[in-house]
């Protein structure tokens, strides 16, 4: 049989459930959870071979309307996916009021095979489910329409399914050993991103960025160096609470959660600096990689 390739985007809203998703689909944390809406920030791709397919999935950015500069990177990677893609799958959740008009908008002139998957169908009851379906199927006429749970692994089976019978005939795009096309420090920012996420309220995690300024592979241990970005001093002041304490945290559990991915000690130091309106300034934005 031919050998087949493609990239499959994964898109919705805000919180819908994408990377937890894409993590069920590629069985790796590739991409960051939290609670939060607006948690991922790029695209990441995350690949799975098998010696007759490759397929290339990519986590995307929640869809709102832009308010920064940062949105609108972030929305233009939504783009991108959308352009590249062999196949659609778009994430909802299942408490969603039909509001998703951004999100279709979005896949207004997009040619490729869709799939509508409604997620997070542990938390309802058949009625609703059947109803969501319906509606689905009826808004878009999509390839399929499937109930699932990403977080209890509830019938991402029958995704993965679906994506491998839906691949176009093609090459491989990457080495057949690649598990994503990022590196080890965008994982490590990534990781401590996703702490502070978790620690902190408000706008906090939404106005921080963090850059890894060194990262010394050693036989027994990585030495990592990182910086949290946030844009007022206020801000900084609440990273690192009191006596340094809610800093202390975020380090704790990052560099657990790095010692646990990269399988090997870890040595982390952060500093915290603030880059006034980083948020809206197109300069900083690119030299954080976002294009
Ligand atoms: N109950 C339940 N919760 C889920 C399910 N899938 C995801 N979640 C939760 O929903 C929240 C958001 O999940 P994410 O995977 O970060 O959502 P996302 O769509 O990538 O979010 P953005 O980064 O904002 O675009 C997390 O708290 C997840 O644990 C599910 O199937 N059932």
Same mark, same amino acid.
């Given at each position: 049989?031919? @050998?087949?390739?493609?990239?499959?985007?994964?898109?919705?809203?805000?919180?819908?459930?994408?990377?937890?998703?894409?993590?069920?689909?590629?069985?790796?944390?590739?991409?960051?959870?939290?609670?939060?809406?607006?948690?991922?920030?790029?695209?990441?791709? $995350?690949?799975?071979?098998?010696?007759?397919?490759?397929?290339?999935?990519?986590?995307?950015?929640?869809?709102?309307?832009? @308010?920064?500069?940062?949105?609108?990177?972030?929305? @233009?990677?939504?783009?991108?996916?959308?352009?590249?893609?062999?196949?659609?799958?778009?994430?909802?959740?299942?408490?969603?009021?039909?509001?998703?008009?951004?999100?279709?908008?979005?896949?207004? $002139?997009?040619?490729?095979?869709?799939?509508?998957?409604?997620?997070?169908?542990?938390?309802?009851?058949?009625?609703?489910?059947?109803?969501?379906?319906?509606?689905?199927?009826?808004?878009?006429?999509?390839?399929?329409?499937?109930?699932?749970?990403?977080?209890?692994?509830?019938?991402?089976?029958?995704?993965?399914?679906?994506?491998?019978?839906?691949?176009?005939?093609?090459?491989?795009?990457?080495?057949?050993?690649?598990?994503?096309?990022?590196?080890?420090?965008?994982?490590?920012?990534?990781?401590?991103?996703?702490?502070?996420?978790?620690?902190?309220?408000?706008?906090?995690?939404?106005?921080?960025?963090?850059?890894?300024?060194?990262?010394?592979?050693?036989?027994?241990?990585?030495?990592?160096?990182?910086?949290?970005?946030?844009?007022?001093?206020?801000?900084?002041?609440?990273?690192? $609470?009191?006596?340094?304490?809610?800093?202390?945290?975020?380090?704790?559990?990052?560099?657990?959660?790095?010692?646990?991915?990269?399988?090997?000690?870890?040595?982390?130091?952060?500093?915290?600096?603030?880059?006034?309106?980083?948020?809206?300034?197109?300069?900083?934005?690119?030299?954080?990689?976002?294009?």
């Amino acid at each position: 049989m031919a @050998h087949r390739a493609g990239f499959v985007s994964i898109i919705g809203k805000p919180n819908a459930g994408k990377s937890t998703l894409m993590n069920a689909l590629v069985g790796e944390k590739m991409s960051i959870i939290t609670p939060k809406a607006q948690t991922t920030r790029h695209r990441i791709l $995350g690949i799975v071979n098998d010696e007759d397919y490759q397929i290339v999935f990519s986590d995307t950015p929640g869809i709102i309307k832009p @308010h920064y500069a940062l949105h609108e990177s972030m929305m @233009h990677q939504v783009d991108g996916s959308i352009v590249d893609a062999d196949l659609i799958l778009l994430v909802t959740d299942i408490y969603e009021e039909y509001d998703e008009g951004d999100v279709l908008k979005k896949l207004e $002139g997009s040619q490729a095979p869709l799939a509508v998957l409604v997620n997070k169908v542990d938390q309802s009851d058949e009625e609703t489910v059947k109803a969501k379906i319906e509606y689905w199927q009826e808004k878009l006429n999509p390839k399929a329409v499937f109930a699932i749970s990403a977080l209890k692994d509830y019938n991402v089976l029958a995704v993965m399914n679906f994506v491998i019978e839906h691949l176009p005939e093609h090459p491989a795009y990457y080495e057949k050993d690649a598990l994503t096309d990022r590196n080890d420090r965008f994982f490590a920012s990534e990781m401590i991103r996703a702490q502070v996420f978790k620690q902190y309220k408000k706008e906090i995690p939404y106005s921080t960025e963090v850059i890894i300024t060194a990262f010394v592979e050693g036989e027994k241990l990585h030495r990592i160096s990182a910086e949290i970005i946030v844009e007022r001093d206020s801000q900084k002041n609440i990273i690192i $609470g009191k006596n340094g304490e809610m800093l202390k945290i975020v380090g704790t559990y990052a560099r657990r959660d790095m010692e646990e991915f990269f399988q090997k000690k870890v040595f982390l130091e952060m500093f915290v600096k603030v880059i006034p309106d980083w948020r809206s300034k197109k300069n900083y934005l690119k030299q954080f990689g976002y294009e």
